[in-house]
C-alpha cells in the first residue's frame, strides 16, 4: 500500500546549524509532496513543495531535494533558529494532476532547536 | 493569501451531544476540503474529502452517520460530530485545496467530550 514515512521521529540541533529532515515514500505513483510544519496545539503550516518533474526546489531557508530513484525527499533548514522548533511532517499527493488529492503523511519528525 | 479558519477552536461538550465545526477559507474558492483527525503526538489521519455541492467521500472505518460533512459553498464545509462520546475527543483539522493541489490547513479544533 501507499505509505509515506520518516527515518528520524526527532532532531536536536543548535542554533544557527543547519537541519535535515529526512523522509520516504512508497508510492512511486506519487508525482506532489509537500512538508508542513506544526507547532503545538495549531494546525500544519505549508513550507514548501515540490513536483516528481524535479529534484529541488528552494525557498526562504528551506530546500525542499527529491530523488525517485530512491524514493526519498528532505527538507533542509538553513540557520536553524528557535522559533524553528516543530513537528515536521512530508506528504504526498498522488493526484496524478486531477483536483482530488488526498495526502498521505508521514509519522513527523519533531525538530528541537536549542539556543 | 490561502488562509483558511476553523470555528470553534476549542470545544467541551457532554456525551451524547452534537457539535459542529465550521471550515472557511477566507481569501480563496475551494471545491474540495478535508477533514483529518490527530490524536496527541501522532500523524494526522484523513477522515473524509468534503467536495462542493456533492456528497463526502469518507476514509474507511469512519462511520458516515457519526461524522456528518456537508460542503455547501466553496468557502465553506461543516463537520458534526454526532452523539458525541469520549473517545471521539481529538483534534480536529480541515484544509482546503487550492487550484494548483496544494492542501493549506486551518487551526484545528480540540474537541473535549466528558
Known amino acids: 500500500g501507499e505509505s509515506v514515512g520518516l527515518h528520524l521521529p526527532t532532531l536536536s540541533v543548535q542554533e544557527g546549524d543547519n537541519s535535515i529532515i529526512n523522509c520516504a515514500y512508497s508510492?512511486?505513483?506519487?508525482?506532489?509532496f509537500i512538508w508542513y510544519k506544526q507547532e503545538s496545539g495549531k494546525g500544519p503550516q505549508f513550507i514548501i513543495d515540490i513536483r516528481s518533474n524535479m529534484d529541488k526546489r528552494q525557498g526562504q531557508r528551506v530546500t525542499v531535494l527529491l530523488n525517485k530513484t530512491v524514493k526519498h525527499l528532505s527538507l533542509q533548514i538553513a540557520a536553524t533558529q528557535p522559533g524553528d522548533s516543530a513537528v515536521y511532517f512530508c506528504?504526498?499527493?498522488?493526484?496524478?494532476?486531477?483536483?482530488?488529492?488526498?495526502?498521505?503523511f508521514g509519522q513527523g519528525t519533531i525538530l528541537t532547536v536549542h539556543p | 493569501g490561502a488562509v483558511v479558519s476553523q470555528h470553534p477552536s476549542r470545544v467541551i461538550c457532554k456525551s451524547g451531544t452534537s457539535v459542529k465545526i465550521e471550515c472557511r477559507s477566507l481569501d480563496f474558492q475551494a471545491t474540495t476540503m478535508f477533514w483529518y483527525r490527530q490524536f496527541p503526538k501522532q500523524s494526522l489521519m484523513l477522515m473524509a474529502t468534503?467536495?462542493?455541492?456533492?456528497?463526502?467521500?469518507?476514509e474507511q472505518g469512519v462511520e458516515k452517520d457519526k461524522f456528518l460533512i456537508n460542503h455547501a459553498s466553496l468557502t465553506l464545509s461543516t463537520l458534526t460530530v454526532t452523539s458525541a462520546h469520549p473517545e471521539d475527543s481529538s483534534f480536529y483539522i480541515c484544509?482546503?485545496?487550492?487550484?494548483?493541489?496544494?492542501?493549506?490547513f486551518g487551526p484545528g479544533t480540540r474537541l473535549t467530550v466528558l
Open positions: 484544509s482546503a485545496e487550492t487550484k494548483l493541489d496544494t492542501q493549506y
Open positions: 506528504a504526498d499527493n498522488d493526484a496524478g494532476g486531477t483536483s482530488y488529492g488526498k495526502l498521505t
Open positions: 468534503s467536495n462542493e455541492g456533492s456528497k463526502a467521500t469518507y
Open positions: 508510492n512511486s505513483a506519487s508525482d506532489y
